[in-house]
């Protein structure tokens, strides 16, 4: 908690202010009414987007992502009445080109107190992925400043900021999507041939970046992974040389490598990865990246 706020028997009471700024744009997202963030905004941003991804991003609300902005460092000022607040920021990171985990990261601070530092959202390279996180902040004052500045290469991307009375709940939920990836080289080489139960068909992510395409698979709950069955590319195996495997508990960040596949043992059929018992979990989330300078490119995976 960042300041002391009225309270009750020492016990901070929520705050009466209810705010939600939305990013490059105003309407109703979530049945609740959004303004502009400009309203609010003590700072400057770099840019603005209105895009629509081509993904279902992690939101029961995905269009609320298709507008925004990008800042290198920015301020809003929110007037609050006193009291503890939830904060939430709806941020976005769209880039699926270059690596993200060395070029995109955050740091922000409320009421000129750091929150996060360095916080990025995602370790490999993904489609555009989304993150609600939630601050809790006692006020005595009126108001909250939020500043977001870039710790790295890429500006950041902001859709949207929620100011509701502590132990509301938010506007815009989040939900999980199977899989996730780079993006695909194409509409025919797509991430659900991974999963189609075909060796002949296969998922390619487009270009090759120089920190390697990745694909991503929730087994919809932790549990132990001795482990995973994969099947090269039929029509370039070879790819798959060097190629690792990671688990996670969290969806975008925080992986453990678990095995990476030998030089020369990516051939044609299919094929086991035992994981050392060490490495076993219980993980969640599993991913496969591919090696640098060369595509995402294999045809089916499971975790038996």
């Known amino acids: 908690m960042i300041l002391a706020a009225a309270s009750s028997g020492g016990v901070s009471l929520p705050g009466t202010t209810t705010i939600r700024a939305k990013m490059n744009g105003s309407g109703t997202f979530g049945g609740q009414s959004w303004v502009a963030d400009t309203t609010y905004r003590?700072?400057?941003?770099?840019?603005?987007?209105n895009t629509s991804f081509p993904v279902v991003l992690d939101t029961n609300v995905p269009t609320f992502y298709n507008t925004?902005?990008?800042?290198?460092?920015?301020?809003?000022?929110?007037?609050?009445?006193?009291?503890?607040?939830?904060?939430?920021?709806?941020?976005?990171?769209?880039n699926s080109t270059v690596g993200p985990a060395t070029t995109t990261a955050y740091n922000i601070s409320l009421n000129g107190t750091s929150v996060d530092s360095n916080l990025v959202l995602k370790q490999f390279l993904f489609e555009p992925v989304t993150l609600r996180?939630?601050?809790?902040?006692?006020?005595?004052?009126?108001?909250?400043?939020?500043?977001?500045s870039r710790a790295l290469t890429f500006d950041l991307g902001i859709s949207g900021v929620e100011i509701?009375?502590?132990?509301?709940?938010?506007?815009?939920?989040?939900?999980d999507t199977t899989?996730?990836?780079?993006p695909a080289i194409n509409g025919t080489n797509t991430k659900d041939k991974v999963f189609d139960g075909n060796n002949s068909t296969e998922?390619?992510?487009a270009?090759?970046?120089?920190?390697?395409?990745?694909?991503?698979?929730?087994?919809?709950?932790?549990?132990?992974?001795?482990?995973?069955?994969?099947?090269?590319?039929?029509?370039?195996?070879?790819?798959?040389?060097?190629?690792?495997?990671?688990?996670?508990?969290?969806?975008?960040?925080?992986?453990?490598?678990?095995?990476?596949?030998?030089a020369g043992q990516a051939t044609v059929g299919a094929k086991t990865a035992a994981i050392p018992s060490d490495k076993q979990g219980p993980w969640r989330y599993i991913v496969f990246e591919a090696p640098a300078n060369t595509y995402c490119n294999f045809a089916e995976l499971s975790v038996p």
């Open 133 to 148: 996180k939630k601050y809790t902040v006692d006020v005595t004052g009126s108001s909250i400043v939020l500043n977001l």
């Open 164 to 175: 509701v009375p502590a132990g509301t709940a938010p506007t815009i939920g989040v939900t």
């Open 203 to 205: 998922y390619i992510s």
């Open 42 to 49: 003590t700072g400057t941003v770099s840019n603005t987007f």
């Open 179 to 182: 899989p996730f990836a780079a």
């Open 207 to 262: 270009g090759q970046p120089n920190i390697g395409a990745a694909l991503g698979y929730d087994l919809g709950s932790s549990r132990t992974v001795a482990t995973i069955n994969f099947t090269p590319s039929p029509s370039s195996p070879a790819r798959s040389n060097g190629a690792k495997f990671y688990g996670s508990n969290t969806k975008y960040t925080g992986y453990t490598l678990l095995y990476t596949i030998p």
């Open 68 to 94: 925004g902005v990008f800042v290198t460092s920015c301020s809003w000022t929110f007037p609050v009445a006193a009291g503890l607040y939830d904060v939430y920021l709806y941020l976005i990171d769209s």
